[in-house]
Every structure is written in structure tokens, then in C-alpha cells.
């Protein structure tokens, strides 16, 4: 069975960016040509116009956010794949009385689909049909043979990498995040 989850934890994020918005329009009226200055989740946004070109500028500043916002999360996604294929290869799941990584083929960890949809969720899928008993352990047949049961320990690399807890470092969106909006909006602006 494949592993498949929607990460929707990015909810409050896209709340935050609606009443930025507010705040921005807010502002803008209160401009007095020469400054704006404005929180967006955190983030105070400071900025200057030496010249006349303040309200081409701002009329362009809502969409530049919204793209900063879909350029932060397609980034994350990746951060967040590097994450899920570092807590794989990492020689701390339990095996036995043994540690080793996850990986035997590859193919599980190639299976790995990550995509934000039109909500700005991210979705992870693993596309391989043992990524299930991989990730949550269970009993399962060796080789379709029906005499024979085995045991499989679950090694739940995702659920410590979202979730926290295992023996791998929880992912950290929000800082993640934060720091890659601000870095595409300053190079957006310019």
C-alpha cells in the first residue's frame, strides 16, 4: 500500500497572508510618499520611495507577496524532501536488535512525490506498495507465502520529520518558512 499525506499545517500561514493584505491596504492609505512600513506574520516590512514611482509600486506589492508566498512553499517543498531522504539514510531505526537506514533498493526512497497544491498545502506521497508497512511495521507474508509469517518493524521516517519524537530532527516549518519568504520578497522587490 503507498504512503500518501496532505500537510495542511500551512493553513494559518496562507490566513496570515490574507490579513497582511489588509494591513498592507490599510497602510498604503496612511502612506505619506515617502515610507511604508507593515507586519506581515512576523515579518516587519520597512520600505522607502525616493521617487514618484510609490503607487505603480504598490499596486504591484499584493501580487508580489503572493508570488514570494508560492515560491517559499515550492522551495520548502524541497527542504522538506532532503529531510524525509536524511531521516531515510539515517542509520537510527530499529531493526532487530540492530540500527540501520531504511533504504535496501532506493526504489522507496525514489518514490517520493511532493507537490503544493492550489491551497498551498503540500502533499507527500511514496508511491511504492510496501511504503505503508515500511513506515507503520506489521505482519506480512515473505515472498507470498502464505505458511510463513513475519514480523516488520515499523520505522515511522515521516511521522518523526512532521510530527517530531523519533530519532530523527523534526522538520521545522515554520522557521523554514519564514526565512524563505523574506528572502523571496526582498528579491522580488528588489
Do not use: C
Not at 36 to 60: P, R, Y
Amino acid at each position: 500500500m503507498a504512503y500518501k499525506l496532505k500537510i495542511t499545517g500551512l493553513t494559518g500561514f496562507k490566513q496570515t497572508l490574507k490579513e497582511s493584505r489588509q494591513e498592507i491596504k490599510a497602510s498604503i492609505q496612511e502612506l505619506n510618499n515617502r515610507s511604508i512600513s507593515f507586519n506581515f506574520g512576523g515579518i516587519v516590512v520597512n520600505a522607502e520611495f525616493k521617487d514618484q514611482k510609490v503607487t505603480s509600486f504598490l499596486e504591484k506589492l499584493p501580487s508580489l507577496i503572493n508570488k514570494a508566498h508560492k515560491n517559499a512553499l515550492n522551495q520548502l517543498t524541497e527542504l522538506l524532501r532532503d529531510a524525509l531522504n536524511t531521516a531515510m539514510e539515517s542509520s537510527v531505526w530499529d531493526w532487530g536488535s540492530d540500527s540501520r537506514d531504511i533504504i535496501d533498493t532506493g526504489a522507496l526512497r525514489d518514490s517520493l512525490k511532493l507537490y503544493v497544491d492550489s491551497d498551498g498545502d503540500i502533499h507527500v506521497l511514496y508511491g511504492e506498495d510496501y511504503a505503508a508497512i515500511v513506515h507503520y511495521g506489521g505482519y506480512f507474508h515473505p515472498f507470498g507465502n502464505e505458511n510463513v509469517i513475519q514480523y516488520y518493524p515499523g520505522r515511522p521516517w515521516v511521522d518523526s520529520v512532521l510530527n517530531g519524537g523519533g530519532p530523527v530532527p523534526q522538520f521545522d516549518f515554520a522557521s523554514n518558512y519564514i526565512n524563505l519568504f523574506t528572502l523571496e520578497l526582498e528579491r522580488l522587490i528588489g
